[in-house]
């Protein structure tokens, strides 16, 4: 694909690559670029108009939502519902995930999507970069009938596409749907994604750590140490310490310049904060398409089995050898891994 191709361009050719494809996965990913469109435009004014602060309610897991997590759940959902594109949804924002009947009841589309519409909110208030993360799978129970909660508890692995949007100094769309990781730059001039950052890959080593150091008192032993080690002077160490508070934003960032992100189980939060399936699956899956590495600290992230819509898992991901240390701390620590 020649580099200033369009992502309209590049999900036309990429459907002519699979034989006898029913063009449904390209019209999700097209939905998906429509509402990024959308929601990008009304981050951007975010500071001019009445739409920053709390929308006053709080989400399943107890957190103030605000306005502009509302406004992109809402354009997230309706655009990909009304489509008829996909038979089932789930938001990080809605307690529960949502069937798609199609016109005469029935609905026949295999996907379903999970989806957290506008993570890293509490940077919206200070103009820091947010990002919308999406997951794809098939569903696994019978066409036609209803999706159930098992079709949205798959192992992250049975992944079919996975993807971020980045709300950013520029606005990007990256992802994969198997094949390799590429990056979309937004042209907010006419309004058109352009391939930008072709086969992305992280660096196997990286000298950048990410993680909220301000609850280290509260972090597992192995963590703790695996710090230590971070800001020793040896080799290429001490790091650096890098941390935006938006998974998304840190995730883009190490995965151009090689660096590790931990989101760990604390005493505060024991079994972490990000949730596997609208975050971690679709970030892992992301990491190893570019040849990184994402795990629980123990185990691989996309192995793990789900076992709730709105679980959490500590996440770690990243530069492969770098992620690879990390482990070896914790691994002295086999009892933190019953989190
Ligand atoms: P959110 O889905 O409520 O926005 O929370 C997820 C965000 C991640 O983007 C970010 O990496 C993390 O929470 C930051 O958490 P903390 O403020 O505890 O460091
Ligand atoms: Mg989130």
């Avoid at 949502?98 to 009841?105: A, E, K, L, P, R």
């Avoid at 793990?304 to 898992?313: D, F, G, S, W, Y």
């Amino acid at each position: 694909m020649k580099k200033h191709s369009t992502l309209g361009e590049y999900i036309i050719s990429n459907q002519r690559k699979f034989k006898g494809s029913s063009g449904e996965l390209s019209r999700l990913i097209n939905s998906i670029r429509l509402a990024a469109k959308v929601v990008n435009h009304e981050v951007n004014k975010a500071g001019l108009v009445d739409i920053l602060g709390d929308a006053g309610d709080t989400n399943i897991q107890g957190e103030d939502q605000q306005k502009l997590d509302v406004y992109a759940n809402d354009i997230f959902m309706q655009t990909l519902t009304n489509r008829q594109i996909i038979c089932g949804i789930a938001s990080e924002e809605e307690d529960d995930f949502v069937t798609i009947s199609g016109d005469n009841g029935n609905n026949d589309n295999k996907y379903i999507v999970l989806i957290d519409p506008l993570d890293g909110s509490s940077n919206i208030d200070v103009n820091v970069s947010v990002g919308t993360i999406f997951s794809i799978y098939k569903r696994i129970t019978k066409s036609g009938t209803p999706v159930q909660l098992e079709d949205f508890l798959q192992e992250g692995n049975q992944q079919i596409a996975a993807g971020y949007i980045v709300y950013g100094t520029s606005t990007m769309l990256v992802y994969t749907t198997g094949h390799g990781v590429n990056g979309f730059t937004l042209n907010p001039a006419i309004g058109t994604f352009y391939l930008s950052h072709p086969d992305m890959m992280f660096p196997e080593n990286g000298t950048i750590y990410s993680i909220n150091e301000g609850n280290y008192i509260h972090f597992p032993q192995g963590v703790k140490d695996y710090l230590k080690y971070c800001q020793e002077e040896e080799n290429d160490r001490p790091y650096s310490a890098r941390y935006i508070g938006s998974l998304v934003s840190d995730f883009h960032r190490n995965m151009i310049k090689g660096g590790i992100y931990i989101y760990p189980t604390s005493t505060k939060s024991p079994k972490g904060k990000l949730r596997l399936l609208y975050e971690c699956n679709p970030m892992a899956f992301l990491t190893e398409q570019a040849g990184g590495k994402a795990s629980d600290g123990y185990m691989r992230t996309l192995d793990i089995k789900p076992t709730e819509l709105h679980q959490r898992v500590p996440f770690f991901c990243g530069s492969k050898n770098m992620v690879a240390v990390a482990e070896e701390f914790m691994k002295n620590h086999p009892k933190d891994a019953t989190y």
